[in-house]
C-alpha cells in the first residue's frame, strides 16, 4: 500500500493520460466483443462530440489542479478533515475510507444535486442527451459541468483532509468505474447483480440512462453503489427495457451536435418535481 500512495503521489501526467486512453480503447474495443446493445450509428461518429467534451474536462481540470494540490497541502499541514480526527489508523483504511468519502460528496452528492436543481439539471442535461451509451458517453459533460464537479471534489477533499495521493487515486479509479459502467458491455446477469453490490455495474448505471423518470432519477452513484441503496435512490429495471436519451429532448440529431450541445443548458425548461410512470 506505502508503493501505491507513493506512486500516486507524484503520478505522471503521462500516466494519468494511458488511464484515460487505455481505458476507453479496452471498454471500446469490449464493446465490439461483448454488445448489450446493436446500435445502428457510426461508432466514430457518434463519439466526436464526446471526445469533445472530454478534452473539455481534462483542459478544465488541468488549469485548475493547483486549487486541489494547494487545498490538499493545506488540509495535511493543518490536519484539517475527517480523516485526521483518528490517529494511528491503519493506511489500508485511511484511504479506504477517504475514498468513500471522496466518491460520495464529489461523484454521488454532486450528481444528485444537479439532478434536483434546474439550472443544474440542464447542464447535465448533454450527459443524459446521449442516445447511444457506450464508454465515450462516461465523459460527456458539459464545460459548465466540469466546473460544478470540480467545485464539489475541492469541498470534498477539504472535509474528508485527503493527501493528493489519495485524491489522484480516488480519481484514477473515478475515470475507470465510469468508463466501465457507461461501456455498451453486456456481462452474465449474475455477475452483473453480484458486483452491483460493492461497485456501480453497468447494468446499475444504464438504468440511470433511461429516457423517463423515475429511472432517470435513480442510482446517481459512481464508483461504490452503497449510497443508492443507503439513501433509497436504487432502482431495478430489465436491461432490456432500457431506451437513452431523455424524453422531452428527442432530437437525436440536436443532441449529437456540438454546437447545439453547449447551447443546451440555456434552454427554458422547467424539470417536472413528480415521477413520470412508464
Known amino acids: 500500500m506505502d508503493n501505491i500512495i507513493a506512486y500516486f503521489e507524484n503520478i505522471p501526467t503521462l500516466h494519468r493520460a494511458i488511464i484515460i486512453v487505455g481505458g476507453i480503447s479496452f471498454f471500446w474495443f469490449l464493446e ?62 485511511e484511504v479506504f475510507i477517504s475514498i468513500l468519502l471522496l466518491d460520495f460528496i464529489g461523484a454521488f452528492l454532486a ?16 450527459h443524459h442527451s446521449d442516445h447511444n451509451v457506450d464508454t465515450t458517453t462516461g ?10 464537479r470540480f467545485t464539489f471534489t475541492l469541498i470534498a477533499v477539504l472535509i474528508v483532509g485527503a493527501p493528493i495521493a489519495y485524491v489522484m487515486l480516488y480519481q484514477s479509479l473515478s475515470v475507470m468505474l465510469t468508463q466501465f459502467n457507461h461501456a455498451n458491455i453486456k456481462l452474465p446477469k449474475k455477475i452483473d447483480k453480484w458486483l452491483s453490490y460493492l461497485i456501480v455495474s453497468p447494468d446499475m448505471h444504464k438504468i440511470h440512462h433511461h ?6 432519477d435513480a442510482n446517481y452513484g ?3 453503489s452503497v449510497w443508492d441503496r443507503l439513501f433509497g435512490t436504487y432502482m431495478y429495471l430489465d436491461r432490456e427495457k432500457i431506451i437513452y436519451g431523455v424524453d422531452v429532448f428527442p432530437d437525436e440529431q440536436k443532441n449529437s451536435n ?12 422547467q424539470r417536472p418535481t413528480k415521477s413520470s410512470k412508464l
Open 111 to 126: 450528481h444528485y444535486i444537479e439532478h434536483k436543481f434546474n439550472p443544474l439539471w440542464m447542464i447535465h442535461l448533454v
Open 32 to 93: 465490439g466483443v461483448v454488445p448489450l446493445f446493436y446500435f445502428k450509428y457510426k461508432k466514430w461518429s457518434h463519439a466526436i462530440p464526446n471526445f469533445f467534451f472530454t478534452s473539455t474536462t481534462i483542459i478544465i481540470n488541468f488549469l485548475l489542479a493547483f486549487l486541489l494540490l494547494s487545498t490538499s497541502d493545506w488540509v495535511v499541514s493543518n490536519r484539517f478533515g475527517f480523516i485526521h480526527i483518528f490517529d494511528n489508523l491503519p493506511l489500508i483504511f
Open 211 to 216: 429516457y423517463q423518470l423515475p429511472y432517470t
Open 222 to 224: 459512481n464508483i461504490f
Open 139 to 148: 465523459n460527456r459533460h458539459h464545460p459548465l459541468e466540469s466546473l460544478v
Open 258 to 269: 456540438i454546437k447545439e450541445l453547449l447551447k443546451q443548458p440555456f434552454q427554458k425548461y
